[in-house]
Antibody, heavy 113, light 106 residues
């Protein structure tokens, strides 16, 4: 069955880099896309970017050049890296499959000054 | 970029009520509008995709309608387990979520 699981730090220091891994099972990264979505506490959802099944990427322009998404197909993992973190990057970060039909449980990241 | 305006932000209704939630796109998004349910502390759950297609396992009391710029999620008879926040998502051009509707029991 399809599963996604995010792993990453609980706490990141101001201006530092966030790294989160999404490990998937039940499907191949070369067949289905994986999206990253975040949700600040008590707020709505924001699409951040995607790793396409062909290996390309797409990003929300709001993150400009801060965001990078990559993958390791042999490990069924997709990676999110975002630099220059600010306090308003405090959020729960989710990965989701192709049609947003399956989601991980999310990882809550707090940016601390 | 396409903006999504979701209304109302908050909704209080009784068990058995018919509930409607709306999303309006800033430009034509054809049929590419999905609806999600998110309960407290959980990941969003897909309810409806491409305006009116019910996702696997979702009860038939949920339905979607609309086209172009105006879309509606309807719960025909509200159940206690439907208490949640509901989001729309357009995927016609990029991806944009609505701000959400928090649904509570009266």
């Amino acid at each position: 069955q399809v599963q996604l699981k995010e792993t990453g730090p609980d706490l990141v220091q101001l201006t530092q880099t966030l790294s989160i891994t999404c490990t998937v099972s039940g499907f191949s990264l070369t067949t289905y896309n994986v999206h990253w979505v975040r949700q600040p506490p008590g707020k709505g959802l924001e699409w951040m970017g995607a790793m396409w099944n062909g290996g390309g990427t797409d990003y929300n322009s709001a993150f400009k050049s801060r965001l990078s998404i990559s993958r390791d197909t042999s490990k069924s993992q997709v990676f999110l890296k975002m630099n220059s973190l600010q306090t308003d990057d405090t959020a729960k970060y989710f990965c989701a499959s192709h049609y947003f039909d399956y989601w991980g449980q999310g990882v809550m990241v707090t940016v601390s000054s | 970029d396409i903006q999504m305006t979701q209304s109302p932000s908050f909704l209080s209704a009784s068990v058995g009520d018919r509930v409607t939630i709306n999303c309006k796109a800033s430009q034509n998004i054809n049929k590419y509008l999905d609806w999600y349910q998110q309960k407290l502390g959980e990941a969003p759950k897909l309810l409806i995709y491409n305006t009116n297609s019910l996702h696997t396992g979702i009860p038939s009391r949920f339905s979607g309608s609309g086209s172009g710029t105006d879309f509606t999620l309807t719960i025909s008879s509200l159940q206690p387990e439907d208490v949640a926040t509901y989001f729309c998502l357009q995927h016609n051009s990029g991806y944009t979520f609505g701000a959400g509707t928090k649904l509570e029991l009266k």
